[in-house]
Each structure stands twice: as C-alpha cells, then as structure tokens.
C-alpha cells in the first residue's frame, strides 16, 4: 500500500504542482489554455505585482505577529491549567468549524449595523466601516489561525520543567523578565512551528480576504485567482503561484536556519 | 511558575474572542429580521432551510458523499502505509515523508489550482469525482501521521510474541496490530472527514457544475446577498462540529 501512497502523491502532488512551474514558461492562449513555446512573458509581469506581493506579505506577517502575541501566554496558561483538556477542547472546536462561518461570523459583527455598530450607537457615534480593509482582513486571519499557534505552543510549553522557571524567579529576576528570557527561549521550537503554521496559510489566503478585505486589502491568492479564472492568462496566475510557493519555501528555511543557531 | 492575573485576562479575552462571533451567529439564526439588529424571536429561517432551500439540501448530500468516501480511502491508504513503514524498513521512507511533510507547506490556493491545471490537462470532467480525488490527496498525509503517531506507542515485543505463538503475517496485522489501532483509526477517519466537510479552497477549483458542495454553497450565499438562512445553517454546522469536537476529545491526543 506505499507504493500506492508514493503514486498518490506523486501523481495528484507532484505532478500538478510541476504543470503549475512548467505553465509559468509558457505562452497564453486567449480563453485559457497555454502555448507550448517557451515564454518568459508571464514573469515580466510580477514588476506590476509588487506592492501586492509586498502587501500580501505584510498584512500575513502581522496578523501573525499577533496570533503568536496572543497564543503564547494562552498555551502557558492551558499547560500550566487543571482544566487543561478541557480548555484544549475548548481551543480546537472554532478551529474544526468551517472557515467560511467563521468569516461570515465577522461580517455580522463588524458590519455597518453590525453587533459592534448598533453597540458604539449607544453612545452617538456615527457607524464606522470597520469591513473591507486590510484591518478586517488582519483581524480575521489572527481568528481564524490562532488555535494553529496554541497547540504547537501548548505542546512545547508542556515539556518546560517548572523549576527552571522558579529558580529564575528565586534569583531575583521579575516574572516577564522570566517568561521572556527564560520560558521563550525554551519553547523555540514550538514558536517557531507556529510561525510557520500561521504565516504560510496567511500568506495564501483566499477567502478572507475576498468576503472581508476590500480594493486595498486583496492578497496574492485573490490576484492568482483573477488571473486563472477571470482574465483567463493561465501563465501569469502559474508564475504568481510560484512567487507565493517561493515565499513560502524561503520562510521555512529561514525559520529552520533560526532553528538550528540554539 | 503559576500564571499571574494579566495571563488569566488574557485567556478569557481570547476566550470571548473566540466563542463571541460564533455565539451572535447563533442567535442571529432566531432573530426575525433580516438585519443584524435584535428584533424579535423567530424560527422562520429554520422553516424556510427545510422548506426551501433545496439548493442547500442537494450541496449537503454531495459534501456527505464526498466526506466519506475520501475520509474511507484515505484512512484505508493512510493506515496501510504507516503499518508498513512501521513494520518494515523500506528504501521508499525518505521520500515518504518527503512526500507527506510537503502538502502541509504549500498553501491551498496552490495546490487548488495545480489540481485544476492537471485535471484541465489530461481533459477529466470536473464534477465529484475530481472533488473525491483532491480530498484524498490532502487527506492521506493527516491519516499517515495520526496512524503512525499511534504506531510509536506501540510495544513491538507484542508482535514478536504473536510470532513465536505461531501467528502468521496476517494473523499479526489482522488480530494484533489493526485491534490496537483502532483509536488511531477513528482519529484519523474523523480528521478526514471533518478536513473533507470544510473544504473550501481547494473543492472552489475542482468543483463543476453541478457539483456544489456545502462550502461551496455558504460562499455563495455570503458573497451574493445574504438572507438569514445561513445563520441557520451555521447554527447546524457549529452545534455538528461541536458534538464531532466531544467524540474526538477520547481521541485529541492522537491528532496534535
């Protein structure tokens, strides 16, 4: 049965991301399609494509920041908890409820009558538009992705043995100079894990920023679409997703270079 | 060290953070208008989702059809393999992994649209099918992983105790090694079928006509004029995943 998952993947994994490479040196058909003639056409388009790409990584690399801000002192807590499995329980069940209720969650809150609106309408503040902004789009992604940081942080946070911390505190030093020099440093590994389970999907957001961003928040996911399936140039939505596979692969190796330095 | 005050606040903001949303879509679901301002009790959308909302039956029944037979096929490959690489050396393991640790790295509109190109290439009509066949393939590497997780609690002087009783090759998987993994099993399938039903990125590309899923459904909804009902959908598939969530807390710690 290996070799059946070795195919599998091979075939359905592989292979499609290799047409995907291979299509970003071809030439466009009209309605889709490619040409089979050698091209570098697709890529002298990304010039156009930089402040997106530099946007996407932008608006992914901060709502990480924040998720990783948030999910750190929230693992601490649940691995130092009595209530510990039930509060794992509580961080995985957002996590397993379909992305798209959960950005629809956020368009009822933060809409223009949204929950938040109606609330600040109590006090006489004109409705504020809170959607289609790079704000919404950051905001949602650091809900959506931040069981994605806790359990790998849980995980790590688990395994640090509760003296060395004591012994910080009994040498005088105050408790965040403790969590901050002694815990962190201790739980690389699993920071480091999150970082890459939050920046990758964030960076190749599609959804959230297509149902809450705006003109100003869309992200290279949105662009790859529109190249694919609106505007038909299949080569250019192959040498976009590249650049994002790209990103992706760089981010990795560095966090494993920071990895391998302790 | 005990978590100070300033710690505590902070998980139950997340807390809140968490459940505030999902809460408002829920009582949302009751609400009898159709903006978000509290309006009075009404189950006139639930009435309208059974009554009317045909469109939605139809994208449930595929999104059932397609969880299970990926989540069986998967888990079957899954767990088939992990035994293997767990029972035997094998020159394949490095490239196995390699394989399975790669899917996790590259985002889904990627692999979406590579599945898409590959289908367009070698003419496959878009429908279930290609749907079935995407969820497998980003399936198998979670069922390999629980499965082979499970594997590593494993006492292997069980087996050799099976074989110096006289068991054969078939007799150990078939009466030592599958009874012993079947929470790694169930797991696994559950994972499966959970990633299956939730799916929206990847199906958005290998969908054809006709061949609407739930997700698929809900986007559309959400993207073209929203009417109530999806709350009410919504409250349906939040109080699903939380019953799914309780059956697979015997089972957490074999998925993280």
Redesign the interface.
């Known amino acids: 049965m290996k070799y059946v998952y070795f195919l599998w993947l091979l075939f359905l994994f592989i292979l499609p991301i290799s047409i995907v490479f291979v299509y970003s040196f071809l030439e466009p058909q009209i309605y889709g399609g490619v040409k089979w003639s050698f091209s570098l056409e697709a890529y002298s388009y990304l010039p156009r494509y930089l402040a997106l790409i530099w946007r996407s990584v932008w608006i992914a690399g901060v709502a990480t920041l924040i998720t990783l801000v948030v999910a750190v002192p929230v693992a601490f807590y649940i691995a130092r908890s009595k209530l510990k499995n039930f509060l794992l329980l509580l961080t995985v069940v957002p996590f397993w409820t379909n992305s798209l209720i959960r950005i629809y969650a956020w368009k009822i809150v933060l809409g223009n009558n949204g929950l938040v609106n109606q609330f600040l309408g109590l006090f006489g503040i004109d409705p504020v538009q809170f959607l289609y902004n790079s704000f919404a789009v950051i905001l949602v992604i650091v809900y959506t992705y931040l069981p994605f940081a806790i359990l790998p942080l849980y995980a790590a946070m688990e395994k640090v043995e509760d003296s060395i911390l004591e012994a910080s505190l009994d040498l005088g030093a105050s408790r965040m100079y403790t969590f901050i020099r002694v815990l962190l440093p201790n739980v690389r590994a699993g920071l480091l894990t999150a970082f890459v389970f939050v920046f990758i999907p964030a960076l190749g957001s599609y959804a959230i920023p297509d149902l809450v961003g705006g003109v100003n928040s869309k992200m290279i996911g949105n662009e790859i679409v529109r190249q694919l399936l609106t505007v038909r140039n299949w080569p250019v939505a192959s040498a976009m997703s590249n650049i994002l596979t790209l990103i992706a692969l760089l981010s990795i190796i560095f966090v494993m270079k920071r990895g391998e330095k302790r | 060290?005990?978590?100070?005050r300033?710690?505590?606040t902070?998980?139950i903001l997340?807390?809140v953070?968490?459940?505030?949303?999902?809460f408002?879509?829920v009582l949302?679901s009751f609400n009898s208008a159709k903006?978000?301002?509290w309006s009075g009790f009404t189950l006139k959308w639930y009435l309208e989702l059974f009554t009317r909302e045909y469109s939605v039956w139809h994208a449930f029944r595929n999104s059932l059809i397609v969880a299970i037979v990926s989540s069986t096929v998967s888990t079957?490959?899954?767990t088939?393999?992990a035994i293997?690489?767990f029972w035997k050396k094998?020159r394949?393991e490095n490239?196995?992994w390699f394989?399975?640790y790669?899917?996790f790295?590259?985002?889904?509109?990627?692999?979406g649209?590579?599945?898409?190109?590959?289908f367009?290439?070698f003419k496959v009509q878009l429908g279930l099918f290609t749907i079935t066949?995407?969820h497998?393939?980003f399936s198998?590497?979670y069922t390999?992983m629980i499965v082979h997780s499970r594997l590593q609690d494993f006492d292997k002087s069980i087996i050799e105790a099976a074989y110096d009783l006289g068991s054969t090759d078939f007799q150990v998987f078939y009466r030592v090694i599958i009874p012993n993994l079947v929470p790694g099993i169930v797991a696994a399938f559950l994972l499966a079928f959970?990633l299956s039903?939730?799916d929206?990125?990847i199906t958005?590309f290998v969908a054809g006509p006709g061949s609407t899923t739930l997700?698929i459904q809900?986007?559309s909804m959400?993207?073209f004029g929203?009417s109530p009902t999806?709350n009410a959908i919504?409250t349906f598939?939040?109080a699903g995943?939380?019953l799914?969530?309780?059956v697979?807390?015997r089972f957490?710690r074999y998925i993280?």
């Open positions: 060290m005990k978590p100070g300033f710690i505590k902070i998980v997340t807390m953070f968490f459940y505030l949303p999902l408002i879509v949302m903006s978000p301002v079957a490959i899954g088939l393999t293997e690489l094998s394949l490239s196995i394989l399975t790669l899917p790295v590259v985002p889904d509109v990627i692999i649209i590579s599945l898409l190109l590959l367009s290439m066949l995407a497998i393939t198998i590497p390999m959970t039903i939730d929206f990125v958005f997700p809900i986007y959400i993207r929203i999806v919504s598939m939040i995943t939380i799914i969530g309780f697979l807390r957490v993280f």
